[in-house]
């Protein structure tokens, strides 16, 4: 966050621009500080759209596809899987050079790192996810952001259906005739809902992306439980 105390430290300064839209990291006190002093306060609307909605996406991918659970899963069984491995290396020595002991230590100590890992294995079946194609995804702001997220979604390779939840009852025949422009623009031949129902638009959802500023107005506007 920029304080006012940062905005008068740097004397130098007459422009401050926030990465992205809003400059909600600034707040009102320092904007006028800002302004006093001469600060021109600015932003960049829509410049990360594109590297915003691909991080959403990957985010999608990686927990459809369960992969931070397996990763933890395997994470939690490497040091039995390493005596184990080190295990099997000492028996096969002991068979190498022919030594008795080191075969028998070997064999026990197999046994015994295989012992404590049975409780800690879960069956593959429990990582595994179907294709996402055909899925569902609610895109809450049909904005910039949104828009690339869309794009993403809609790749022929796995193709989501795609619904963005708007806000606005009154503007909503127009916003749909926006987002089939883009569409055509884009060559997205796949038709995209914009609905204001928003009990359906998440009812029906499998993934949901919240693209809108945090604000009182939104605040809460989606709940878990």
């Known amino acids: ?53 691909q991080a959403i996406y990957a985010a999608m991918l990686t927990l459809y596809r369960k992969i931070p659970a397996a990763q933890t899963y395997m994470r939690g069984i490497e040091d039995d899987l390493n005596l184990i491995r080190r295990a099997d290396r000492e028996a096969a020595i002991g068979v190498e050079k022919g030594h008795q002991g080191r075969l028998d230590s070997g064999r026990d100590a197999k046994r015994e790192a295989e012992a404590a890992l049975a409780p800690k294995l879960r069956h593959p079946n429990e990582f595994f996810s179907d294709e996402m194609q055909g899925l569902n995804i609610t895109i809450v702001g049909p904005g910039a952001i949104g828009q690339e997220l869309a794009l993403l979604a809609l790749h022929p390779a796995m193709p989501l259906n795609v619904t963005f939840l708007y806000h606005k009852p009154e503007k909503l025949a127009e916003t749909q005739a926006e987002i089939d422009a883009w569409a055509a623009k884009n060559g997205i031949k796949q038709k995209i809902t914009v609905t204001t129902d928003m009990k359906q638009a998440l009812g029906n959802a499998d993934f949901v992306s919240l693209n809108i500023p945090y604000t009182s107005e939104n605040s809460g506007m989606v709940r878990y439980g």
């Open 1 to 53: 966050l920029v304080t006012e105390a940062d905005i008068l430290a740097l004397r130098n300064v007459g422009y401050i621009n926030r990465g992205g839209a809003g400059t909600d990291t600034i707040d009102p006190p320092e904007k006028a500080t800002a302004t006093r002093e001469g600060v021109i306060v600015a932003n960049t609307p829509d410049e990360n759209a594109k590297a915003t909605a």
